[in-house]
């Protein structure tokens, strides 16, 4: 496979309102209670990914029910279960409107994950992708 990075999307750490209230900012993991970071289901990438990404290496604070989409993951933060991790483009089309969730950065450093154009070796259409490539990354 050949690919070409277009972009980054950060991801942001989701919480109920009410819970911020007890929990202090800048966040340590330490600081989380056991069980109360909630992720979508290992198979899907964006797990990987936020995992990766956040530096979430406590797997003790990793909830080990699971969500199979981002709406569910929101309306679980939102409920005050816990957190969640949510990427920017996600917050930005608007999933969490008319939800009663603070948006903050997540420990360290910034956590993001890499946008990118992937095409067959084979692909006659190389020059063609280089220049959607160009495109899509302006657009970001």
């Known amino acids: 496979m050949e690919s070409c990075i277009v972009g980054h999307d950060p991801f942001k750490m ?3 309102r009410n819970q911020a209230d007890s929990i202090r ?8 209670p056991d069980e109360s970071v909630f992720l979508l289901e290992n198979e899907h990438c964006l797990t ?3 995992v990766s990404a956040c530096k979430l290496t406590e797997k003790e604070k ?4 699971s969500a199979t989409s981002l709406h569910t993951l929101v309306q ?3 409920n005050g279960l816990g957190t969640t991790f949510i990427p920017q483009m996600a917050i930005e089309h608007g999933l969490l409107e008319n939800q009663n969730l603070i948006v903050i950065e997540p420990p360290g450093q910034q956590a993001h994950r890499d946008i990118g154009l992937v095409w067959r070796p ?3 259409r190389r020059d063609s992708f ?3 490539a160009d495109v899509v990354s ?3």
């Open 138 to 140: 302006e657009l970001l």
């Open 62 to 65: 990793i909830n080990p029910f």
């Open 25 to 32: 900012v800048p966040i340590k993991y330490d600081d989380l």
């Open 130 to 132: 280089l220049q959607l």
């Open 122 to 124: 084979s692909s006659s």
């Open 76 to 78: 679980m933060v939102a």
């Open 14 to 16: 989701v919480i109920s």
């Open 48 to 50: 990987e990914h936020a």
